[in-house]
């Protein structure tokens, strides 16, 4: 079972910026600087030192890549950041700026593979399972301004499908009052072997899954849209939401898997979160 997602944090807490006001004549005025508002959050490119979004939440995702059918599963809200540098989250992975300048950021990430269990493919019996493995890689981000990313990012997976991914996804973030709302898109590549591995089905599995065999190749895998939404509410806590959807393309799109009575082109995961802040040096 592969958790989906694009590029887009569920626990993303809201905030707003309110400018200072000018120093006294005749020294020039300052540059504007974030506020603290009500609720003890700030907005800002990033936090002061660690930062620290946790609390319960829910997932609903596919059974498997292609299936029709979702899967429920309790998920924490997890979001870990340290200053500009480190990041980690169940969504986006563990990733450290090494590059670090006013526009551009790369560097290093580590993402989980959650694989596909024989649970979750048990109506084709003896379709392969797949391990857990991490996807290794990198990212290379362009913000042309802090509301706006693009980025494409780089993973190989060590273990489980064995194969390489690439991303190239756009996402905007907008401040509307208590609320952030955040949208943007992705297209993914995937290689033979990732494909192979998902959607790809040998002469043996074919012969006790009832499915056609099939090899696939590598291309475009994907191409998916996703939303989010963060509400601040009393003190540190928040509330957030997320959907996405996501159509699979070419090879994928044409998988007996895909295209069978439990199978669909069409991926949606949708979550929820409640989430407590926490900030120190």
């Given at each position: 079972?592969?958790?989906?997602?694009?590029?887009?944090?569920?626990?993303?807490?809201?905030?707003?910026?309110?400018?200072?006001?000018?120093?006294?004549?005749?020294?020039?005025?300052?540059?504007?600087?974030?506020?603290?508002?009500?609720?003890?959050?700030?907005?800002?490119?990033?936090?002061?030192?660690?930062?620290i979004d946790v609390?319960?939440?829910?997932?609903?995702?596919?059974?498997?890549?292609?299936?029709?059918?979702?899967?429920?599963?309790?998920?924490?809200?997890?979001?870990?950041?340290?200053?500009?540098?480190?990041?980690?989250?169940?969504?986006?992975?563990?990733?450290?700026?090494?590059?670090?300048?006013?526009?551009?950021?790369?560097?290093?990430?580590?993402?989980?593979?959650?694989?596909?269990?024989?649970?979750?493919?048990?109506?084709?019996?003896?379709?392969?399972?797949?391990?857990?493995?991490?996807?290794?890689?990198?990212?290379?981000?362009?913000?042309?301004?802090?509301?706006?990313?693009?980025?494409?990012?780089?993973?190989?997976?060590?273990?489980?499908?064995?194969?390489?991914?690439?991303?190239?996804?756009?996402?905007?973030?907008?401040?509307?009052?208590?609320?952030?709302?955040?949208?943007?898109?992705?297209?993914?590549?995937?290689?033979?072997?990732?494909?192979?591995?998902?959607?790809?089905?040998?002469?043996?599995?074919?012969?006790?899954?009832?499915?056609?065999?099939?090899?696939?190749?590598?291309?475009?895998?994907?191409?998916?849209?996703?939303?989010?939404?963060?509400?601040?509410?009393?003190?540190?806590?928040?509330?957030?939401?997320?959907?996405?959807?996501?159509?699979?393309?070419?090879?994928?799109?044409?998988?007996?898997?895909?295209?069978?009575?439990?199978?669909?082109?069409?991926?949606?995961?949708?979550?929820a979160t409640l989430?407590?802040?926490?900030?120190?040096?």
């Open positions: 079972m592969r958790i989906i997602i694009a590029a887009i944090s569920l626990s993303l807490a809201s905030a707003a910026t309110a400018q200072t006001a000018p120093a006294p004549e005749p020294a020039p005025a300052p540059t504007p600087a974030p506020a603290r508002p009500a609720g003890g959050f700030s907005f800002s490119p990033y936090p002061p030192g660690w930062q609390g319960p939440g829910l997932l609903a995702v596919p059974q498997f890549p292609g299936s029709s059918g979702l899967r429920v599963l309790p998920i924490p809200a997890l979001d870990i950041r340290y200053k500009n540098q480190f990041f980690a989250s169940v969504q986006q992975g563990i990733g450290y700026n090494l590059v670090n300048e006013r526009h551009l950021r790369a560097g290093p990430i580590l993402r989980p593979e959650f694989g596909r269990t024989s649970r979750d493919i048990a109506r084709f019996p003896g379709l392969r399972r797949i391990s857990f493995a991490p996807e290794v890689g990198g990212f290379i981000a362009w913000q042309p301004n802090f509301f706006t990313t693009v980025q494409v990012e780089v993973r190989q997976a060590i273990g489980g499908h064995e194969g390489l991914i690439a991303d190239l996804s756009l996402r905007r973030v907008k401040l509307i009052g208590k609320w952030t709302i955040g949208y943007g898109g992705r297209l993914r590549f995937a290689d033979q072997r990732y494909n192979r591995r998902y959607f790809g089905v040998t002469p043996a599995e074919a012969a006790t899954s009832g499915l056609a065999a099939y090899a696939p190749g590598g291309n475009l895998n994907d191409i998916g849209v996703s939303a989010f939404v963060s509400r601040r509410l009393g003190g540190k806590w928040s509330a957030n939401g997320f959907v996405s959807y996501s159509r699979l393309l070419l090879d994928a799109a044409d998988s007996p898997i895909t295209r069978s009575r439990f199978g669909s082109a069409n991926q949606v995961t949708l979550g989430s407590y802040r926490f900030r120190f040096q």
